[in-house]
């Protein structure tokens, strides 16, 4: 039985009601009349999907009992409630339509303790991970996550979706830098763990129901993220490389340097750095760009001169075994930026195809190289012209695969394009999303690629704690009709 067999067709959205003048003058009542926006005030910028303000009505509480009001309101009256963050998800995990709200936690930006001596952060969930970041390197410290949206992605949406980013090969994703956590459930209760210490071994570890469900079984508002200390110094070298089991063995030999730690280690392949160098006029005398893979690293510890010298050597190393190596060191700040560019500006891709279809996958390190190969492969044979850019954090297997295409694609293509992207991915050990979540746009996809006990037990959950499907519906998992149900079971108005 596959997973699609196994689980319930993904039916059609039900058209929902209007929220009503009643509703929205209580939800003025609980989060003040300027913080409840609608119409024309409501008409902000949609982030990376441009339905996320689809319902037209924006909440924006600031307070988890403020969270906890709005819910249970929104439960009496039917109201499904789609919680947002930053608006940086790619995989329309917070568009909403009419009928529903919206409920932003931009006003809960506050980080209401920073310990350097416990090394952990008590942030409320609108506080972006640069401001997490600044404040904790005042300190030396760090929250031992780092992605190219920063500046926009709040910590609240990075645990709502488990992000990942370009340390998790070290420090693990974002389920490994959380503590505790505090969320608002379905019916307006409020759980609360908000622990601070790495052993807690107290019954069941209920927060890990939170992280990665994107706000489908409830709304986080408040998290204790675990710190790490800073390096003193870092530098960063780009090399180019002659195969993807040289890039890894330039990896393994990284992370066993004695003259620093490794960072990060970030894998383009020749389309996609061709043209992000190109789109920034990036250029170095004696670095060709016509190998097939390139790897950005970066290494921490006491002090610069010795890093730049570990490169130095960890290059002479490498080039014994594989004579086609180049590499360059960044010397100085603006230059370790200038490449740092070249990888994280994925917009290069959007601006010369616009709505490019991107695909989000994690490969066991042992199978990268012929995972990637039978790829090419396979979309060469749906299209010739198909020559996709990968580039993505090789150290832990997350591959970002975007189409050399102006999307959205027509949907047996679309269908083909996956069959070749998701095959045996699961039977290898992989997953087809590895840090951007499942949203609306893989529902499919997970069904597909599932296995079903999961799947079952997915939704045997969903139903427990959102029996109404009013968190965020229609997300990971396809609404499905309501039984009927008796006063005493889910939807009895005492729950809310």
């Known amino acids: 039985m596959t997973g699609s067999e196994a689980a ?33 005030e409501a008409d902000v910028d949609p982030g990376q999907h441009p339905d996320n303000l689809g319902a037209g009505i924006i909440v924006s509480p600031g307070s988890t009992e403020e969270v906890a009001g709005v819910v249970q309101l929104c439960r009496r009256d039917g109201v499904p409630v789609v919680a947002h963050g930053g608006r940086t998800g790619l995989v329309g995990g917070g568009i909403s339509r009419p009928g529903e709200i919206v409920l932003s936690l931009a006003r809960m930006n506050r980080i209401e303790r920073l310990d350097p001596v416990e090394r952990t952060a008590v ?24 992605l190219a949206a920063r500046g926009s992605a709040t910590i609240g949406g990075m645990v ?10 070290r420090n693990g994703v974002m389920r490994h830098r959380v503590l505790g956590l505090e969320a608002v459930l379905a ?22 129901l939170f992280i990665g469900a994107e706000g489908t079984l409830g709304i986080v508002t408040r998290v204790v993220v675990k710190l790490d200390s800073t390096p003193r110094a870092t530098a960063t070298a780009l090399f180019g490389l002659p195969s993807v089991s040289a890039a890894l063995e330039l990896i393994r030999l990284a992370l066993d340097s004695e003259g620093g730690q490794l960072r990060a ?37 006491a002090h610069e001169e010795i890093l730049r010298a570990e490169f130095e050597r960890l290059f002479v190393d490498l080039l014994e075994r594989h004579p086609e190596t180049i590499g360059i060191v960044a010397g100085s700040k603006r230059q370790e930026e200038v490449l740092w560019r070249l990888r994280e500006d994925t917009d290069v891709i959007y601006r010369a195809h616009e709505a490019a279809p991107s695909y989000d996958v994690s490969v066991p390190l042992s199978e990268i190289d012929g995972y990637v190969e039978r790829v090419l492969a396979g979309l060469s044979a749906i299209d010739d012209d198909l020559e996709p850019y990968v580039f993505g954090h090789l150290a832990d297997g997350n591959l970002h695969i975007v189409l050399n295409r102006q999307g959205p694609l027509p949907q047996p293509v679309a269908e083909a394009i996956e069959a070749v992207l998701y095959a045996d991915l699961a039977a290898l050990g992989g997953s087809f999303s590895a840090e951007h979540g499942v949203g609306s746009k893989r529902i499919q996809s997970l069904l597909a690629t599932a296995d079903p006990g999961k799947l079952n037990l997915m939704m045997r959950v969903k139903d427990a704690l959102d029996g109404l499907q009013l968190m965020n519906p229609g997300k990971v998992l396809p609404l499905a009709p309501l039984p009927a149900k008796d006063s005493n079971e889910r939807g009895n108005p005492s729950d809310a």
């Open 8 to 40: 319930p067709a993904n039916h059609e959205a039900p058209a929902l009601a209007e929220v009503s003048r009643d509703l929205i003058g209580s939800l003025c009542t609980i989060v003040g009349t300027s913080n409840v926006r609608t119409g024309a």
């Open 123 to 146: 942030v409320q969930a609108g506080v972006s991970l640069e401001a997490l970041q600044v404040a904790a390197l005042e300190h030396r410290l760090e929250p031992g996550i780092d």
């Open 160 to 169: 709502s979706t488990n992000a990942g980013g370009v340390m998790a090969f």
């Open 187 to 208: 019916d307006g209760t409020v759980y609360s763990d908000m622990t601070r210490v790495v052993k807690n071994a107290a019954g069941y570890d209920l927060k890990h």
């Open 265 to 301: 280690a970030e894998a383009m392949w020749r389309p996609y750095i061709g043209l992000a160098a190109s789109a920034h006029g990036w250029a170095e005398a004696d670095f060709d760009l016509d190998l097939p893979i390139y790897l950005l690293l970066a290494l921490g510890g």
